[in-house]
């Protein structure tokens, strides 16, 4: 498994993608399935392994990211489906692939304040669209999509 931000200053966002893609194109010429143990998700207004830009949802619990709380995993979601590292042991260990993670921005960055809003990170090339019902905050109301 594979993340990247999309607000990265360090490293260009597209770098993994061109990664991506030329992994996918050598393997697919070879009749190797990629989804079967690569799974790449981008992260929008994430910087650099943690911290975002303005209000996007980030919190994954993926590599710098604690809170003051906590020094891993996502409080009060720790569970693979909100937990990168926690997938990944859910992907290797019973085999059950990630679909999508779901990403949390709290209040203020405050465990304490709740939950601002979630949203789920879909393994690229799709992308989280928002279904037009519902909270726009709740990750529910969100599903993953090829955009073309």
């Not at 949802?57 to 993926?62: C, K, Q, S, V, Y």
Request: glycine share 8%; proline share 6%; hydrophobic share 40%.
């Amino acid at each position: 498994m594979q993340y990247h931000g999309f607000a990265d200053a360090l490293i260009p966002t597209g770098s993994s993608i061109y990664f991506y893609k030329r992994v996918l194109q050598t393997l697919g010429s070879k009749g190797i399935d990629l989804d079967k143990f690569y799974r790449f998700f981008l992260v929008p207004g994430v910087q650099h392994c943690a911290g975002s830009v303005g209000d996007a949802p980030w919190f994954f619990a993926g590599a710098s990211q604690n809170t003051r709380l906590s020094t891993y995993s996502v409080p009060g979601f720790m569970d693979s489906k909100h937990d990168m590292l926690l997938a990944l042991m859910d992907w290797v260990e019973p085999g059950n692939a990630p679909d999508q993670i779901v990403v949390t921005k709290f209040r203020n960055e405050t465990v304490s304040q709740g939950v601002l809003k979630q949203r789920p990170l879909c393994p690229y090339p799709k992308q989280a669209q928002y279904t037009g019902k519902g909270d726009v905050n709740a990750a529910a109301n969100w599903k993953c999509d090829l955009i073309y």
